[in-house]
């Protein structure tokens, strides 16, 4: 279909949109009383209205039973993982087994690179994209750092060409070859926050692998946003949260995928915890550690229950919506948002979209700077009751910053994306569209 300016067509794209019903299951922030137009899910997803009532239950089971509630009941809290790994599998890409819920993401980033950053006097870099989430950067560094390294010296950015924004996947590639044996490890953040950028991580993963280095990812701004495939493309290990895109909650627990080919592999070097023993064997309290097949086996603590409530209830409603609907809706309503913008770039706009154009390069997350006074105009935005977000400027651009707008597939519409583009339109008091 394509698309034109008319709210028609946002209406007609609505109604066929078979997860239209979605935006039913979840709460809405308000403003001056009005439902307010949530374009912040690549911040903090929105509360599914089932959250409510899984916390209550927790709350009642522990009230009823006590510790008992650990083994008793219709779903015994030591089985948590079992209701969480079968959907969040799913939407990474991955067997099971390959994935677990614990922590929360920056401790699960020092955990992995506890188990996979482990240099040699000749192999001891990590490559990373410039300009990454603050906390992936300290935490790689502190890592690289405590093992008496020297972060300038170890620490390879790979940079976005002069005058460009996003990094080419030739140059990515290129950095992982010149480093060759001296590199020990990938991380990039899947999708990067500010820019949108949706790295090819079939190919980093692979080249990373040629070179006898692992790729691990930070996928925070790609798990539950793009179609992922971790076990196909044989990435070593990847970790996100769940309160962006999986709708988990305020801190809510983070996700991890640790490849089979680790996950089974009985020395793989791990910080253990008494969770990550195997299940039958834990409460015998043995002093020698067996650690559990898969991604269970880098579980330290106990689950913290009331805390997963709501990841749970959220990975239902993925599932009901289905992960291949999901992202195709995704895909869709970003390129509608595109489209808009465009036709008012045609009419004079300036809206710079620093987001890639191809849709197989990014999620639902445009980046949009506009040179005149990008901050007045988000505003503008704010004040009209629709929430996106406002980042200072790291890529020394003009207009002080970006405005990220990420419509999301279980809860926007077509007609929100279209409000949007209007409130903008009359802002810069370009004359109607239709
Ligand atoms: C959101 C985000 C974080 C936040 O980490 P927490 O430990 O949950 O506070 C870290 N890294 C990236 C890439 C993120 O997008």
Redesign the pocket.
């Given at each position: 279909m394509t698309f034109d300016t008319s709210l028609s067509c946002a209406q007609m794209l609505d109604q066929q949109d078979p997860l239209r019903a979605f935006q039913e299951e979840f709460l809405f922030p308000k403003h001056n009383g009005e439902k307010t137009i949530y374009f912040c899910g690549n911040s903090l997803g929105l509360q599914a209205k089932g959250v409510k009532a899984a916390i209550n239950q927790v709350l009642g089971e522990w009230e009823d039973q006590g510790v008992e509630s650990w083994f008793k009941g219709e779903r015994p809290w030591l089985k948590v993982q079992e209701r969480m790994q079968g959907p969040l599998a799913k939407v990474v890409g991955a067997l099971s087994e390959e994935v677990i819920v614990m922590n929360?993401?920056?401790?699960n980033i020092h955990l992995l690179l506890g188990s996979f950053y482990r240099p040699t006097a000749t192999r001891f870099k990590v490559l990373m994209e410039a300009g990454?989430?603050p906390?992936?950067q300290y935490a790689v560094a502190a890592q690289v750092s405590k093992l008496g390294f020297d972060p300038e010296e170890a620490i390879i950015e790979v940079q976005p060409r002069a005058g460009e924004e996003l990094l080419h996947t030739e140059d990515i590639l290129a950095a992982i070859q010149e480093a060759g044996e001296s590199l020990a490890l990938v991380m990039l953040?899947g999708i990067n926050?500010y820019t949108g950028q949706f790295y090819d991580l079939a190919a980093i993963t692979a080249a990373s692998h040629s070179v006898g280095a692992y790729a691990g990812y930070?996928l925070?701004?790609a798990a539950g946003n793009v179609p992922l495939a971790l076990h196909d493309w044989e990435v070593d290990f990847a970790v996100w949260?769940s309160?962006?895109y999986l709708n988990g909650g305020p801190?809510g627990p983070?996700g991890v995928f640790l490849h089979n080919r680790h996950g089974n592999d009985p020395n793989f070097p791990r910080l253990a915890g008494w969770w990550g023993y195997q299940e039958n064997g834990r409460f015998l309290m043995r002093k020698e550690f067996v650690p559990s097949k898969g991604a269970a086996g880098l579980q330290i603590s106990t689950p913290q229950m009331l805390a997963f409530a709501p990841h749970w209830v959220s990975l239902e409603v993925v599932q009901k919506a289905g992960v291949q609907q999901m992202f195709e809706k995704s895909k869709r309503l970003t390129g509608y948002l595109e489209f808009l913008l465009q036709q008012l770039n045609a009419r004079g706009a300036a809206l710079h979209i620093i987001t890639p154009a191809d849709p197989s390069a990014r999620g639902s997350q445009l980046s949009i700077y506009f040179e005149r006074d990008g901050k007045a105009l988000f505003d503008c935005i704010t004040e009209n009751g629709v929430i996106c977000d406002w980042r200072e400027d790291n890529l020394s651009l003009s207009g002080g910053g970006v405005i990220r707008v990420a419509p999301v597939p279980l809860y926007n519409s077509y007609q929100e994306v279209y409000a949007f583009i209007d409130l903008i339109r009359q802002y810069l008091q370009i004359e109607n569209f239709s």
């Open positions: 929360t993401l920056t401790v990454a989430f906390s992936d953040g926050y930070d925070a701004h949260c309160y962006k801190g983070s």
